[in-house]
């Protein structure tokens, strides 16, 4: 599986690399991709998102400099913005000997796992998707879209948000849930980078995958 880490990146433009690997997959096979990056300020609602979930008018978003996207992934509406990790597995579940359920829950393992390194305690919770430190703080959002087997999308992990996202959406269709940042809970700050590195490892061990530096030069030529 190939590893591709990029930097700060336009959410647009990520979602049309997603979008190129998945089609070239499905067209020509080749190799299982992971890419790790951040994502300027940005909301996403996915296909069950409604314009209730905005807080804001997409006018005042646009002044606080928040991008807003409809996008076709499962879930509602997730922020995005810098001191979070964001990872977006493109795999082919079949090839994998997973079911869409099992990812879904290998996700949420992949974000406890890595929680656990920097000995925070995270947890999943019946019906609700996504990775917990209590009942009602949420540390990392997935949402995830198949599409004939091949996956796009993926979890964000909140390592030292800048924004508050609760002034902006109704997080994931839950008015009650407040969105924590790992740094708010460990003693000494930590880095994305290590985040970056913990996430990687876990995620191989999960799903039993090997794990290799790439560009995307090679994955969507």
Known sequence: MILIELDLIEYSQCLEIQKRIVRRKILEGGPDVLLILEHPPTVTLGVRGKASDLLISPEEMSERGVAVHHIDRGGEATFHGPGQVVCYPIVD??????SARRYVQGLEETIINTLADFDVGG???PKKVGVWTSSLDKIASIGVRIQRRITSHGFSLNVDLQMDPC???VSCGMPDARMVSLNQLVPRPVTTDSVRNAVARAFAEVFGVNLEQGSLEEVMA
Do not use: D, F, P, W
Not at 93 to 98: D, M, N, P, R
């Open 93 to 98: 579940l079949k090839a994998l000997g997973v």
């Open 123 to 125: 947890v999943s919770q």
């Open 167 to 169: 002034e902006l959406i």
